[in-house]
């Protein structure tokens, strides 16, 4: 069963504007990471997120994490038409020591038009 | 640096048949992942390996489904009597674990896409 759900499913924006995406988990967390997946394709990992950290920055994406809420967002700055997309959040259930299966959301579709 | 590869990308099959896929991770990366993600879904885990051995396997792999690493590199992911449900991207993940670490990045490979008629 997935782990949580991303918000929204769907996301249409012109080139330039910010996208965000939240997503919610279900369990407690070791981290967060969140991937992007472009159409038929593999994943690509865009960026982690500990269970003590509350922001991270990574280029034009920030991500946050409210562990109180057991939910997170990801804000992609300045969209480009490459950035369409689809993302996912994954957690992963335990500690390194006992394999970290990753658990994904079901992803929000993101398109960027120019 | 190539990236995780996997064979075949495209799979199409009659519903009875055997098929099997290949993963090849990157080099040096002592663990491997197999997820399986349907259309409109997230990616779903299957199982993985440490170097050889298969140290958890999902409620998803049935006993129709066989994944082996032999030799600690590279793994096969077998479906056997395959059914239409099994129609699928099937996703090959690697990453580098050393005790200690307290995380851990998979990378993805390009899948292998099966559609069962």
């Known amino acids: 069963s997935q782990q949580g759900e991303e918000d929204p499913q769907a996301l249409s924006i012109q080139e330039g504007e910010n996208a965000t995406m939240n997503c919610s988990y279900k369990?407690?967390?070791?981290?967060l990471q969140w991937y992007r997946q472009n159409s038929g394709r593999g994943l690509v990992h865009l960026i982690l997120i500990r269970s003590n950290e509350r922001e991270k920055h990574s280029g034009r994406l920030r991500v946050t994490l409210d562990t109180s809420k057991k939910s997170s967002s990801l804000l992609i700055t300045a969209s480009r038409a490459a950035d369409t997309a689809s993302y996912f959040c994954?957690?992963?259930?335990?500690?390194?020591?006992?394999?970290?299966?990753?658990?994904f959301g079901k992803g929000t579709t993101l398109s960027v038009s120019s | 640096d190539t990236g995780v590869s996997q064979d075949p990308r495209h799979k199409i099959t009659k519903r009875g048949q055997n098929v099997t896929f290949r993963c090849d991770p990157i080099s040096e990366h002592n663990r491997l992942y197999w997820y399986r993600q349907t259309l409109g879904q997230g990616p779903e885990f299957l199982t993985y390996f440490q170097n050889e051995a298969q140290l958890e396997k999902s409620r998803l792999l049935s006993d129709r489904f066989s994944a082996e690493r032999p030799k600690g590199s590279f793994s096969t992911l077998e479906i056997q009597r395959t059914e239409q449900g099994d129609s699928a991207m099937y996703l090959c993940a690697s990453s580098f674990w050393e005790r200690g670490a307290t995380q851990e990045t998979q990378y993805f490979g390009p899948g292998t896409r099966l559609l069962v008629l």
């Open positions: 994954a957690t992963s259930r335990g500690w390194p020591q006992a394999g970290t299966a990753l658990i």
């Open positions: 369990t407690s967390i070791n981290n």
